[in-house]
């Protein structure tokens, strides 16, 4: 998959696959084409060449399709911040066309952790608060694909356990592609770690592996301080 940017690759000639059960760690420094990556196998951009396959659907010639399939947390969370919590996801349900909007609510909002601020309009809320309601909004349709491009940003220590969890215990029956510069939220989430850097993916492989002799900040800046 290629992704050209003027004269710029930011996305150059990569491979790679996530299978159903695996939480993948999708790492690079700034600007090395995570975000790029991420948004073209959500449908939100289009390659320059080659093939984003999702759930076996082609993103490009079924965009609709494959988004049904794909719950997506971009790193700038885009919210109502007029709607309330309940009434936002109620509207996300509804993009959906899912049934029993009200049950599939207030289960998102339990499994999130939620409950506290539902009846709060989203400018009132924290940051933390925030990506938890993006949270929510990826998941209340039950997606097989999980994008997560910084989920844990702005969220307190005990937040982010919770959300941690919320991940993994997503990951045992999903395919979730991770990123994030918290390198310790990737080694306690994540399987395997796929790093990319000036768009090309420099390695793929399991956290075991890529962890053996040393800590993954070692490998990652080793790997990408060039």
Do not use: W
């Not at 420094?29 to 320059?48: E, V």
């Not at 989203?122 to 949270?135: A, E, F, N, P």
């Not at 990826?138 to 940003?153: C, K, W």
């Amino acid at each position: 998959m290629v992704k050209i940017y003027g004269q710029q690759k930011a996305v150059d000639n990569i491979s790679f696959k996530v299978n159903k059960g695996e939480v993948v760690g999708f790492l690079g420094p700034n600007g090395a084409g995570k975000s790029t990556t991420m948004k073209i196998l959500t449908g939100y951009l289009q390659q320059t060449e080659g093939t984003a396959i999702v759930s076996d659907i082609d993103v490009k010639n079924n965009p609709i399709e494959a988004k049904r399939k794909v719950g997506y947390l971009p790193e700038a969370n885009p919210l109502y911040y007029d709607m309330y919590v309940k009434e936002y996801l109620s509207f996300i349900a509804g993009v959906h066309s899912l049934n029993n909007i009200n049950i599939k609510v207030d289960e998102v909002i339990k499994l999130v952790g939620l409950q506290v601020e539902k009846n709060k309009k989203l400018g009132q809320l924290s940051k933390g608060y925030k990506q938890r309601v993006g949270l929510a909004a990826a998941l209340i349709h039950q997606p097989e694909v999980l994008i997560l491009d910084e989920p844990t940003s702005g969220l307190d220590p005990n937040q982010i356990i919770e959300i941690r969890n919320v991940i993994k215990e997503q990951g045992k029956n999903k395919t979730v592609l991770f990123s994030s510069h918290i390198l310790q939220e990737v080694q306690a989430i994540c399987n395997r770690i796929i790093i990319i850097n000036k768009g090309k993916i420099i390695a793929d492989d399991s956290l075991l592996n890529l962890t053996k002799n040393e800590s993954l900040e070692n490998v990652f800046r080793k790997l990408t301080n060039n």
